[in-house]
């Protein structure tokens, strides 16, 4: 698809040291800031991205939306877990370490978004709400481009069992079994299967699973650990 840009970062090629080790892209996990804005840099440069070209969230696993056409400067970070942008060029980034970076690109209507779906946001409807409010600049569902990266498995992500009960009714899609048999949730399973029913058909999903992955942050293997970033941006 030309013109829409996605992008999902590993843990390697940065400056933190352990346990942020090397590329963390998280500001509030505990690391060095000093590391951290090398680190956001190194990866804008690797992608072809201004420093300043990239906007980030203050996420919070909610459903509130933000529609942006630049980065916050000197403002706080608002506390959102998906921006929205119809500005070209302009880079949205995502972070995490397990929960499920969404990025959406509608290259026709120049509509760009990230969302950040760990269980709550997912089961709450972020995804949707990103949607909607893409839509809502001139976006088409079937138009929009939808790739989700590196997240924690649904053989992986154990949950009690009623927790995966409570999941499952909002989002049937989301019922999963760990490897070793346990209950356990499929977030991105749950957000693949909203994104269908909102009419996103161009969908792909990254293999990765962040928890079996040793080239990738997760916080449920690692706990104190840094973050990955997705980016999205059209031309
Ligand atoms: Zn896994």
Same mark, same amino acid.
């Not at 089961?123 to 989700?148: E, K, W």
């Given at each position: 698809?030309?013109?829409?840009?996605?992008?999902?970062?590993?843990?390697?090629?940065?400056?933190?040291?352990?346990?942020?080790?090397?590329?963390?892209?998280?500001?509030?996990? !505990?690391?060095?800031?000093?590391?951290?804005?090398?680190?956001?840099?190194?990866?804008?440069?690797?992608? #072809?991205?201004?420093?300043? !070209?990239?906007?980030?969230?203050?996420?919070?696993?909610?459903?509130?939306?933000?529609?942006?056409?630049?980065?916050?400067?000197?403002?706080?970070?608002?506390?959102?877990?998906?921006?929205?942008?119809?500005?070209? #060029?302009?880079?949205?980034?995502?972070?995490?370490? %397990?929960?499920?970076?969404?990025?959406?690109?509608?290259?026709?209507?120049? *509509?760009?978004?990230?969302?950040?779906?760990?269980?709550?946001?997912?089961?709450? !409807?972020?995804?949707?709400?990103?949607?909607?409010?893409?839509?809502?600049?001139?976006?088409?569902?079937?138009? *929009?481009?939808?790739?989700?990266?590196?997240?924690?498995?649904? /053989?992986?992500?154990?949950?009690? #069992?009623?927790? /995966?009960?409570?999941?499952?009714?909002?989002?049937?899609?989301?019922?999963?079994?760990?490897?070793?048999?346990?209950?356990?949730? %499929?977030?991105?399973? !749950?957000?693949?299967?909203?994104?269908?029913?909102?009419?996103?058909?161009? /969908?792909?999903?990254?293999?990765?699973?962040?928890?079996?992955?040793?080239?990738?942050?997760?916080?449920?293997?690692?706990?104190?650990? #840094? /973050?990955?970033?997705?980016?999205?941006?059209?031309?």
């Amino acid at each position: 698809m030309s013109g829409a840009h996605f992008a999902f970062t590993d843990r390697w090629g940065g400056v933190s040291a352990a346990p942020y080790e090397e590329l963390n892209l998280g500001g509030a996990v !505990g690391d060095d800031p000093e590391a951290v804005r090398a680190n956001r840099e190194i990866a804008a440069k690797s992608l #072809g991205l201004g420093p300043d !070209g990239v906007v980030w969230m203050n996420q919070v696993h909610g459903t509130d939306v933000a529609v942006v056409d630049g980065p916050w400067g000197d403002a706080p970070v608002p506390e959102v877990d998906a921006i929205v942008t119809a500005r070209r #060029g302009l880079a949205l980034a995502v972070l995490t370490a %397990d929960c499920v970076p969404v990025l959406l690109a509608d290259p026709v209507a120049g *509509i760009a978004a990230a969302a950040h779906a760990g269980r709550p946001g997912m089961v709450a !409807g972020v995804v949707p709400a990103a949607v909607r409010a893409m839509t809502s600049l001139g976006a088409d569902p079937a138009r *929009i481009v939808a790739r989700t990266g590196p997240t924690v498995c649904g /053989r992986c992500y154990e949950v009690p #069992g009623e927790m /995966r009960a409570e999941v499952a009714a909002v989002e049937p899609a989301a019922h999963a079994e760990t490897s070793w048999g346990t209950p356990a949730v %499929d977030v991105a399973a !749950g957000v693949h299967a909203q994104l269908a029913r909102l009419g996103v058909r161009d /969908r792909e999903q990254s293999p990765v699973c962040t928890r079996e992955s040793a080239d990738h942050f997760s916080y449920r293997r690692d706990r104190t650990t #840094g /973050r990955l970033a997705g980016y999205v941006w059209l031309d």
